[in-house]
């Protein structure tokens, strides 16, 4: 199990986090566990620093149902 995975569990997150696309689990850690800005996560990505923002808002309102 990974350090995200870990934290929601202890959290009770867990059933958001299944609900949640590889690609915003992985920006999600990217974000807040690695401590890039969406800048950097954008240019890994090779989309812009709006995309980004989008997908991990989205990813933190399906953690939040």
Aim: glycine fraction near 6%; aromatic fraction near 10%; hydrophobic fraction near 30%.
């Amino acid at each position: 199990m990974n350090r995200l995975e870990n934290i929601l569990i202890n959290i009770e997150l867990e059933k958001g986090y299944e609900r949640l696309t590889k690609r915003e689990r992985n920006i999600i850690t990217l974000y807040y566990l690695e401590g890039y800005i969406d800048k950097e996560i954008a240019l890994h990505y090779g989309v812009t620093r709006e995309n980004i923002y989008k997908i991990r808002k989205s990813g933190l309102n399906k953690l939040k149902k």
